[in-house]
T-cell receptor, first 116, second 112 residues
Framework: GAVVSQHPSRVICKSGTSVKIECRSL??????MFWYRQFPKQSLMLMAT?????????EQGVEKDKFLINHASLTLSTLTVTSAHPEDSSFYIC????????????FGQGTRLTVV | SQQGEEDPQALSIQEGENATMNCSYK?????LQWYRQNSGRGLVHLIL?????REKHSGRLRVTLDTSKKSSSLLITASRAADTASYFC????????????FGAGTRLFVKA
């Protein structure tokens, strides 16, 4: 299957700082990427849908000014957690779909964010 | 809730037994996928079943899909201790964009 690379795999940051997470599709063009958040022992909750060259679509209850998403190219989407708080500590996972969107989603390996 | 329902929430079995997990969802779909996640790790894609398919096999895995009941099941036969993980179903709704929505998950524990 296609490969999606997510970086970093783990990050620890101080409260009030910003953290950027990258999601790259390595061998296909991803017109649509998705960002999920997962709390311990819970499922993945969709945060936002990122389309190349346009603004992201956020799910209800997700603060777009706090979770900045940029999808500047067909192979890269970034999630920036701004002014991080300890409650933002979580597992963040991206996924990507190819042209057309009606294909299997390929997932990155996730980023464990800890805010201290 | 954006999630579907999965049952059971947790399942504990002996090695060698079969494990069955069920998933129900809310909207019409293009396809349904099952994933495995080991604790604290990323997702492993197990199997994808399209809306016009009723059953699919992959090794020790058997997935069924009943679109009239909006439900799916995952059967793992002859389970092994290494199958211990969380299992999630995920659906691609046929409307509302191309996003993938996850169920709540089943935590499977296989005792050696």
């Amino acid at each position: 299957g296609a490969v999606v690379s997510q970086h970093p795999s783990r990050v620890i940051c101080k409260s009030g700082t910003s953290v950027k997470i990258e999601c790259r599709s390595l061998d296909f063009q991803a017109t649509t990427m998705f960002w999920y958040r997962q709390f311990p022992k819970q499922s993945l909750m969709l945060m936002a849908t990122s389309n190349e060259g346009s603004k992201a679509t956020y799910e209800q209850g997700v603060e777009k000014d706090k979770f900045l998403i940029n999808h500047a190219s067909l192979t890269l989407s970034t999630l920036t957690v701004t002014s991080a708080h300890p409650e933002d500590s979580s597992f963040y996972i991206c996924s990507a779909k190819g042209v057309g969107g009606r294909t299997e989603a390929f997932f990155g390996q996730g980023t464990r964010l800890t805010v201290v | 809730s954006q999630q579907g329902e999965e049952d059971p929430q947790a399942l504990s079995i002996q090695e060698g037994e079969n494990a069955t997990m069920n998933c129900s969802y809310k909207t019409s779909i293009n396809n349904l996928q099952w994933y495995r996640q080991n604790s604290g790790r990323g997702l492993v894609h197990l199997i994808l079943i399209r809306s016009n398919e009723r059953e699919k096999h992959s090794g020790r895995l058997r997935v069924t899909l009943d679109t009239s009941k909006k439900s799916s099941s995952l059967l793992i036969t002859a389970s092994r201790a290494a199958d211990t993980a969380s299992y999630f179903c995920a659906t691609d709704p046929s409307t509302g964009g191309f996003k993938t929505i996850f169920g709540a998950g089943t935590r499977l524990f296989v005792k050696a």
